[in-house]
């Protein structure tokens, strides 16, 4: 099997995407940035006044009749960053509750599509030597003191990174992580590996 991958991949050549140095390939349009003014009710809240908020925001598309997408992958808001981290950062994950879909599109970003490693973000199986603590999913009591501890683990300087509405408001599941204050927030119902991959190199202070 070894030798068969390597094979195609000498016959495509390179198949990694020049993202973000240049625009996404194929963007979707669900998840991204949502213009407009609308009166419609929102299930979860995301408009308000007619202002949309992507805390809290599932992309259902219940709105679309007045809002539209933009396919701007650039969801996400940085709060902190730190100079050491930005020639490699090493993430340790926590899935405190969610639905799967945001652990599926965070690993995405270390396939050969979108090849993480090569702007020096890598995994981390213990928060020993981890920079950073990302979590997805909603708050519980069982999972509380377990974050706080994994947290305390790592050794400082050290960030937290929340990614999804639930984590970020509670989505429709549940409550925001709401003890530890978060360094990035990278919004979607789940996010897309564009969005996720952008918001990583960002925070590292580094360029693509």
């Known amino acids: 099997m ?4 390597f094979l195609k991949g000498l016959k495509k050549g390179i198949v990694t995407e020049k993202f973000p140095k240049y ?3 194929k963007p979707p349009i669900r998840p991204s940035i949502l213009k407009g003014t ?3 009710e929102c299930p979860v809240g995301a ?3 007619n202002k949309w908020n992507p805390n809290k925001c599932i992309f259902c598309d219940r709105c679309s009749s007045d809002m539209h997408f933009t396919g701007n992958q650039k969801l996400f808001k940085i709060n902190r960053k730190i100079s050491t981290f930005k020639h490699s950062l090493y993430i340790y994950i ?8 945001c652990n599926i599109e965070f690993l995405n970003i ?3 599509q979108y090849d993480a490693n090569r702007y020096g973000i ?12 990302l979590i997805m999913g909603v ?3 069982r999972m509380k003191p377990i974050l706080e501890l994994t947290y305390e683990a790592i050794p400082e300087p050290k960030q937290i990174i929340q990614v999804g509405t639930c984590a970020i408001s509670g989505g429709i599941i549940g409550s925001k992580i709401s003890f530890l204050k978060p360094d990035a927030l990278i919004f979607g119902c789940p996010p897309s590996p564009y969005t996720i991959l952008e918001a990583l190199i960002e925070l590292k202070g580094d360029k693509p």
């Not at 926590?94 to 879909?101: K, L, M, P, V």
């Open 2 to 5: 070894s030798n068969q991958w």
């Open 23 to 25: 625009d996404p390939e």
């Open 38 to 40: 609308s009166n419609f």
């Open 47 to 49: 408009l308000n006044e």
């Open 94 to 101: 926590i899935d405190s509750g969610t639905c799967g879909a």
């Open 110 to 112: 270390f396939s050969p």
């Open 122 to 133: 890598f995994l981390t199986n213990t928060p020993r030597n981890a920079d950073v603590l």
């Open 139 to 141: 708050e519980s009591e």
